[in-house]
């Protein structure tokens, strides 16, 4: 406290070298690790790869006594401790993990002054014998790591988090940090109130990753798509192939390697050993692709994967985020792909729908999805879109993503979107895609014969579109609302339509497969 400015920059800088071999805090880490090593709070907004560590590391190591890092990722904790024991850092962890002498040990390295860092699980944190040890102890800061898990309103709700309001209570002059790399409003102020960070400074880092190129498409046979664009732009490649369900996975990953592609499988499912063996070969090998569900990346620090390709939609933009954030860390040009169709739109509605979260929750939730589903449908820069949703003004193009290199041709698509929608009502709110396809086409299959829609004055009137066109034009009309997605895949028209169907309000449409596509760009299969 009685060190000037200029001498705790230079102690912050000399141990940033003499530890880590690093030669300048990146952007705000300076800032932070400054505010905390004189003892004040902070919110820490960094995206993945960011380096949120060193903001808690550094203080922990200039302040008297440990770092105290909560982190709900005990798989890590250990990778995290050995990698700090290896520069010197006495550093320890405690979680579930141990054997009764392990924690014995670490309580006694903690009140004898032994220990730099220690990392807790927050459920192992919580329990009176920990907080009546750390009483006792010096402790230099609270770092909250995955904040974010706080808040009911984020995908990586932990109950457990909720009680870090100990913290405050029971520690005020300890400094808190808390860091996630998601934060909507709504989250931010969750981990504020829980942790009362009310006055503290909120550190921003820009989200954006300019190595990244987003790309987004339509799809059509996607283990194929997949495979052509491994081969054509990431042959020997580390990358992560994201799908939805384990069976997906499997078989995708069965497939890949069928086709020469060196991929693995990972889900919840498999055996830890499978896993582990999994998640070895990905950080140790150079071009190894894991096939796997959400269950795999959160932590994973590889600093080369050159892709991350989804085969089926993210349920947010934060899932979205965080997930192709895994991509290029290095800073190397890197890929996030994914392919959509409108069963993907149809599915992950559905899902949504029939949870059974409170509505609240639920109603949250959906506007998290229709932001992905707006990023994906939109004909305007990815970079723009993706940015605006995180709170940031970026003008794009920013000439990397799949839009600003071939800008998507977008038409007045009234006309059609009023045709789908008076197919859909006047065949009753209750038909599929493919029947209201048929309908739009005039087809007289024996189902549509059958319901009598050959002889509904919608009948046959889209003839001057194929059925691609037309199946475009239903996946964006569910994905922006006009139509939602019921029991059996049924369309119905919803509120929203009204206007549309009145002629009061025209809509805009990307018209991708109504023109021929431009000369020397692969056709989508
Ligand atoms: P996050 O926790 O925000 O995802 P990390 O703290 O794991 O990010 O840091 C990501 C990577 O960036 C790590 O490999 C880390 O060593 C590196 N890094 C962080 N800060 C610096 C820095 N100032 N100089 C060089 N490398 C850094
Ligand atoms: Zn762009």
């Known amino acids: 406290p009685t060190t000037t400015p200029d001498a705790l920059r230079s102690a912050a800088l000399d141990l940033l070298k003499r530890v880590w071999g690093y030669g300048a805090f990146r952007g705000v880490q300076a800032q932070i690790v400054e505010t905390v090593a004189r003892g004040g709070n902070a919110l ?40 700090l024991r290896g520069l010197g850092v006495r550093a320890a962890y405690l979680n579930s993990s141990l054997s009764l002498d392990g924690v014995r040990e670490v309580e006694a ?46 995908h990586d709700f932990r109950p457990e988090y909720q009680g870090l309001s100990v913290l405050p209570d029971r520690f005020p002059q300890v400094p808190r940090l808390a860091l996630t790399a998601t934060a ?5 102020a969750d981990i504020l109130r829980v942790l009362d960070l009310g006055a503290a400074p909120q550190f921003v880092s820009s989200f954006d990753r300019p190595n990244i190129q987003y790309r987004v498409g339509q799809k059509d046979s996607p283990k194929t798509q997949l495979l052509e664009f491994i081969r054509a732009e ?18 995708t ?31 140790n090998e150079e071009g190894l692709v894991v096939v796997a569900t959400v269950a795999f990346g959160m932590g994973i620090d590889k600093p080369n994967v050159r892709f991350v390709a989804h085969l089926d939609l993210p349920k947010s933009m934060e899932g979205y985020y965080q997930e192709t954030g895994r991509a290029g860390r290095d800073g190397l040009p890197s890929t996030a792909w994914m392919v959509y169709g409108l069963a993907d739109v149809v599915n992950v509605r559905r899902m949504l729908a029939s949870s059974d979260a409170p509505e609240e ?15 994906c449908e939109t004909a305007a820069c990815r970079r723009e879109v ?12 920013c000439g990397n993503c799949d839009t600003c290199l071939n800008p998507p041709q977008v038409r007045d698509m009234t006309r059609e979107a009023q045709m789908a929608l008076s197919a859909a009502i006047r065949t009753g709110n209750r038909f599929g895609a493919a029947h209201l396809t048929d309908v739009l086409l005039g087809r007289a299959t024996e189902k549509v014969v059958s319901m009598n829609h050959h002889t509904l004055p919608t ?42 169907l009145k002629g009061e309000t025209t809509l805009t449409l990307r018209a991708d497969t109504l023109v021929p596509r431009a000369a020397g760009r692969k056709a989508d299969r």
């Open 44 to 83: 820490v907004l960094m995206p993945t790869g960011g380096g949120k560590s060193l903001c808690y590391q550094v203080p922990s190591l200039l302040r008297p006594g440990v770092g105290i890092i909560v982190s709900p990722l005990i798989a890590l904790m250990k990778d995290q401790v050995d990698t």
């Open 361 to 375: 929750v639920k109603r949250v939730e959906a506007g998290k999805l229709d932001a992905l589903l707006t990023f």
């Open 253 to 283: 990953a069965r497939w890949l390697q069928a086709q020469g592609v060196d991929a693995v499988a990972y889900h919840a499912g498999l055996p830890p050993r499978e896993r582990t063996h999994a998640q070895d070969r990905f950080l």
């Open 184 to 188: 909507d409003d709504r989250t931010r």
């Open 459 to 500: 009948f046959g009137v889209g003839t001057t579109h194929d059925e691609k066109t037309w199946r475009g034009v239903l996946r964006q009309l569910v994905s922006l609302g006009f139509l939602a997605a019921g029991e059996h895949h049924g369309l119905s028209a919803t509120g929203k339509a009204r206007t549309l």
């Open 109 to 154: 390295a903690l009140l004898a002054g032994d220990l730099d860092l220690l990392y807790v699980a927050p459920e192992r944190l919580l329990l009176p014998r920990t907080l009546d040890l750390l009483d006792r102890a010096p402790v230099a800061l609270f770092a909250v790591d995955e904040a974010h898990c706080v808040s009911q309103w984020g």
């Open 386 to 397: 993706l940015l605006a949703y995180f709170g940031e003004e970026y003008h794009g193009p």
């Open 234 to 251: 990431h042959a020997g490649d580390a990358g992560i192939v994201y799908c939805l369900s384990r069976k997906s996975v499997e078989e």
